[in-house]
Each structure stands twice: as structure tokens, then as C-alpha cells.
């Protein structure tokens, strides 16, 4: 296709090892390419990629989709507008009680944070994974199961700031599914999360305003909503979801 065809915009959206491969093709033939995550298999390849989008002039953007929601924007926005003050600490999280395989989670939460607290440079990174629930279970199956079942890190920025990173796909846990972002600044606070154990993201602000304490919630229009959104309602005494039609 690629050698056949003048393409735009090529999207590569293949398992892990083949991203690098691909996405080096398709920018050398003259394509943008939006490349799903995680970027690649090291950071090698992932320098190698951005090294010929540079040499080609083509755009590179790798799928990192939990910016592009109505509480990731609104909450971008109330950062640039200075609401928080100094952003010192923040807390990502994806945890699954129960998610194998699944896909790679931990690296859409770090983006979002990331992106949230305008990118500082990191200067360390304390990091560790852990495999005590998948591993024996494949093992005593006979299978070959070779992907963390959780992983953890705490980083350091240039600029002081810290940030706290939880993902796993399968934890005795209490919930089937949390998923959280919050950012802790001198001015205020916010957190985006999921409710009801993913039936829809809420975006909240905390700040303080004449002595007194104030929490803002994100009113999303309906039209920007996913379609799932629309139809499920959290009942907040009973902590559940419930579908409208059932």
C-alpha cells in the first residue's frame, strides 16, 4: 500500500514490535503517521522514529487518547490559565482488579499528567514492576506470560515537582476498574477520573476563594459525549451504575 499509493497520513496500528518497521516506512514514503502506543519497544526505537520524521518533515503523534476528551481540555485550559498556581505534585492511576491481557495502560495515565503539567524534564526516576498473579498462574498452565502484572514509579522534575504513577491490569483490589489523574498546585487542585467503575470521566477543580473552600465540577456537554456516556447514570447513594433502559 505504502509503495503503491501517495498516502497523507498513515496509521500504524499493529502489535508492539512492528511499530518502528512500519512507521519508518510510511514516513520515508512521504507520510504523516499517527502511531498507537506505546511509541515502540526501547527508546531507541522510539529515537530512531523521531530522527526520520525530523529528516523527512513529517508529523509523528503517537495515540495518546486521554488528552482528547472534554475534561482533559477543560482542565488543560484552567492549567494555562493559572488556577493552580505552582503544580508541585500529581497522581496518575489505572488500576484493574481483573484485566488479562488487556492492553498497556500506564502509559496513557503518564501522558496525561505529563501533558497536564506542561512537561517538565524529569532529572530521576525510581521505578519497579511486579508479576506475583499472572506469572504462576501461566506457568502452571503451561503458557508463556512475559508482561508485568503491575508497575509503580515516583519522578523527580527539574522544576521540583513530583509525580506518583500506578498501573496495573490485574491487583486484589477493591474496584473492578479505577482510573485517576489528579494534580496538586499552591493555588488549587483537580483531579479527572472515572465513576461508577468506567461508565463516564468527571473533571473536578478545588480552590480556595476568599478565605472560603470551593469545589468546581465540570459540566461536559452531551453532544461531546461517548455514546456509552449518554446511557449510563451513576447512582451516587447507591455508589452503582444503572442503565436507563433496564
Known amino acids: 500500500m505504502i509503495k503503491e499509493e501517495k498516502l497523507d497520513i498513515v496509521t500504524v496500528a499493529v502489535p508492539n514490535k512492528f511499530h518502528k518497521t512500519l512507521t519508518i516506512a510510511a514516513l520515508e514514503a512521504g507520510s504523516h503517521v499517527l502511531c498507537e502506543k506505546p511509541m515502540a519497544m526501547n527508546t531507541k526505537e522510539a529515537e530512531e522514529m523521531l530522527a526520520v520524521a525530523k529528516k523527512f518533515r513529517k508529523h509523528l503523534m503517537i495515540n495518546f487518547s486521554s488528552r482528547f476528551s472534554p475534561q482533559s481540555f477543560a482542565l488543560k485550559k484552567e492549567v494555562e490559565s493559572g488556577i493552580l498556581g505552582k503544580i508541585y505534585y500529581a497522581r496518575t492511576v489505572w488500576m484493574r482488579r481483573r484485566g488479562i491481557p488487556g492492553f498497556d495502560l500506564g502509559v496513557h495515565r503518564l501522558d ?3 501533558w497536564l503539567m506542561d512537561y517538565p524534564k524529569p532529572v530521576w526516576v525510581l521505578a519497579n514492576t511486579f508479576n506475583h498473579i499472572t506469572a504462576p498462574k501461566a506457568n502452571a498452565s503451561g503458557k508463556i506470560f512475559d508482561v508485568e502484572d503491575m508497575g ?17 491490569w490485574v491487583g486484589n483490589t477493591k474496584k473492578n476498574e479505577e482510573i485517576e489523574t489528579r494534580l496538586f498546585g499552591s493555588e488549587g487542585g483537580m ?12 473533571a473536578e477543580l478545588y480552590i480556595e476563594r476568599n478565605g472560603s473552600q470551593y469545589d468546581m465540577i465540570l459540566h461536559a456537554p452531551s ?16 455508589g452503582c451504575c444503572r442503565n436507563e433502559n433496564s
Open 223 to 238: 453532544g461531546r459525549l461517548h455514546p456509552r456516556e449518554e446511557t449510563q447514570h451513576c447512582d451516587s447513594g447507591r
Open 112 to 114: 496525561l499528567a505529563h
Open 152 to 168: 509503580v514509579a515516583s519522578i523527580r522534575f527539574d522544576n521540583g515537582a513530583m509525580l506518583t504513577l500506578e498501573a496495573s
Open 191 to 202: 483531579r479527572q477520573f472515572y465513576v461508577c467503575e468506567g461508565s463516564k470521566f468527571e
